[in-house]
């Protein structure tokens, strides 16, 4: 099972690389060559940053295609925080900006009188009991980095939610596509159980 981490120069991915190293994953590659990610079993996508910087270097090194191609086809993918937020439409992060439209819906700024970026542990209050969260019950805490959450049009795809003056979904789950907006790879034992949890996923399918 090859797995493949896609860099599209946002952020230091070896924690993602260990992490899914010691959740049961033996070949992790971290790249940004459109052949490589085209040819992956399993697809992880994090990143932190500006939305509409890592959406035009997705086009520019021709990972978008891969990428698309690559959920098409349903393969399992994984996208982290950036990562998550990528697949849907639009962002309005620094103006508007286009993702790569698996999901339907936006990008959208936290409530500014909060303190922002949101960082630290918060807590997740679990929709979807199968799959991502087999085995973590309500209330479990993960580790957040962001300042921006996703709005999805269709809500049947929210996995998770969290509480940060608003409640905004803290997890995508469909097919063969999972997302969250916390760092599995920095939020400890929790965070390795939910990547050995897409371990389990992408074995089922592939």
Avoid at 2 to 9: S, Y
Avoid at 130 to 152: A, I, K, N, R
Avoid at 194 to 200: A, C, K
């Amino acid at each position: 099972m090859r797995v493949v981490v896609i860099d599209c120069g946002l952020g230091n991915l070896r924690s993602v690389e260990k992490a899914l190293q010691h959740a049961g994953f033996l070949s992790v590659r971290v790249s940004y060559d459109a052949k490589e990610v085209s040819e992956a079993d399993v697809l992880v996508f994090p990143g932190q940053g500006a939305f509409a910087k890592a959406s035009m270097s997705l086009r520019e090194l021709g990972l978008a295609k891969a990428i698309l191609k690559h959920i098409e086809k349903g393969k399992p993918f994984l996208g982290i925080c950036l990562g998550m937020q990528l697949l849907f439409e639009r962002s309005y992060e620094h103006g508007k900006a286009e993702g790569l439209g698996v999901l339907g819906g936006e990008v959208v700024l936290l409530p500014q009188e909060l303190k922002l970026p949101h960082i630290g542990w918060n807590q997740v209050w679990i929709r979807k009991r199968e799959g991502m969260y087999s085995g973590l019950g309500d209330g479990e805490f993960f580790y957040f980095v962001h300042s921006y959450h996703v709005v999805p049009e269709d809500e049947s795809v929210v996995a998770s939610t969290t509480d940060y003056g608003i409640h905004f979904a803290s997890a995508i789950q469909k097919e063969n596509l999972w997302a969250v907006q916390f760092h599995p790879e920095k939020s400890q034992r929790k965070g390795l159980f939910l990547l050995s949890n897409f371990r389990s996923f992408c074995e089922s399918i592939l």
